[in-house]
């Protein structure tokens, strides 16, 4: 902590970052996030603290065990004015920056640039490898800040989403020559062989750190044991389908259904650049169809803010977007990544 004097007859002000003390700092970490992010978070424990960076749900159940968190507050004569908290993913050295929040009064004094240089530092001693975070894509104030500390923006999707009762009578006319038959490629099932491919086609038309909080698992695809569990254990179904060339028997597009317990339904749509006008309005299609023998959900879907084609479909079906972040990332020095 440190004291800056104000004015010869005021009493010098105390203040200065510190790490966080769960124990003591959350019912103030709470009050400052409601009024920077205009959000009720004290309504349930199990409530996102993220509500400006990403969907990254705040496990208070493991710190009843730890007290401590990674992150550090800035207080200003013992109020906490702000909160930087940063949180380990399931991949070792990966860590995600789950919130950055200063009281609007306090702004553009240099708090949140100390606040993030030091969780910069505490990774870099804890021997983290890289840091991410989200922030929306048009708050470029933000934006600049990230940069000047040293991130790198990833790339930039969009959130959709869209009630189920629109897909009753819906009208989306999609040219065949025949089921599922098409112009030059096929639409057909996901088999147990194609989960390299599948994954390849995934990672290549969307970003893998695009995911949140991990990145893509190779094996997402893959009949594995690990996946079987792991869909057991969330009450998760996936149906996957694959545009296929009919030429060459390669796949140019993948389309997918994933429906897990209490949540809504997540669809996918990846494809080739070269095939993307093409392929993508009979690949939607198919979903949409399929997805009439699901549950009543909500429906939801993310694309990346630049692929014009398929938000042109998106608004068309009467989806609505929900938020557009950039995912940006910080490489610690030593480090090299792909």
């Known amino acids: 902590m440190t004291a800056i004097p104000v004015s010869a007859q005021q009493t010098p002000i105390s203040e200065g970052a510190r790490p966080i003390d769960l124990r003591r700092d ?3 970490i709470i009050d400052l996030l409601e009024v920077v992010f205009n959000q009720q978070l004290r309504n349930s424990s199990q409530r996102q603290i993220n509500p400006s960076l990403g969907q990254i749900p705040f496990p208070f159940n493991l710190f009843q065990r730890d007290r401590t968190i990674p992150g550090f507050v800035w207080e200003r004569d013992k109020r906490i004015v702000g909160n930087v ?5 399931e991949t070792k050295g990966r860590y995600l920056i789950a919130n950055v929040a200063v009281y609007p009064e306090l702004r553009r004094r240099g708090i949140a640039r100390r606040l993030m240089q030091e969780t910069l530092q505490w990774t870099a001693d804890n021997h983290g490898r890289e840091v991410y975070l989200q922030v929306e894509a048009n708050n470029h104030g933000a934006r600049y800040l990230y940069e000047t500390l040293g991130f790198q923006a990833i790339d930039s999707a969009t959130s959709w989403s869209m009630p189920f009762s629109r897909l009753a009578g ?10 599922d038959r098409f112009a030059g490629f096929y639409l057909r099932p996901l088999r147990g062989e194609d989960w390299r491919v599948a994954y390849q086609l995934d990672t290549l038309a969307f970003h893998p750190d695009l995911n949140w909080p991990d990145p893509l ?3 997402i695809y893959r009949n594995s044991l690990r996946q079987w569990w792991s869909r057991l254990l969330n009450s998760r ?3 996957v389908w694959l545009a296929i060339d009919e030429a060459t028997e390669q796949p140019l597009g993948l389309g997918a259904i994933t429906t897990e317990w209490g949540r809504p339904h997540a669809l996918k749509v990846r494809l080739l650049p070269d095939w993307h006008g093409r392929v993508a309005r009979p690949l939607f299609g198919k979903l949409l169809r399929r997805l009439q023998y699901y549950r009543r959900r909500p429906i939801q879907i993310e694309q990346r803010m630049d692929d014009i084609v398929m938000n042109e479909l998106l608004v068309e079906v009467g989806f609505r977007t929900r938020r557009s972040l950039t995912t940006m990332r910080y490489e610690l020095a030593g480090e090299t990544h792909p």
């Not at 908290?85 to 993913?89: D, F, G, V």
């Not at 819906?170 to 089921?179: A, C, D, E, M, R």
């Open 26 to 28: 959350m019912p103030q």
């Open 85 to 89: 908290s940063l949180l380990t993913t």
């Open 170 to 179: 819906l009208h989306f006319p999609v040219q065949s020559l025949g089921p």
């Open 217 to 219: 698992p190779a094996d």
């Open 237 to 239: 179904q996936q149906e």
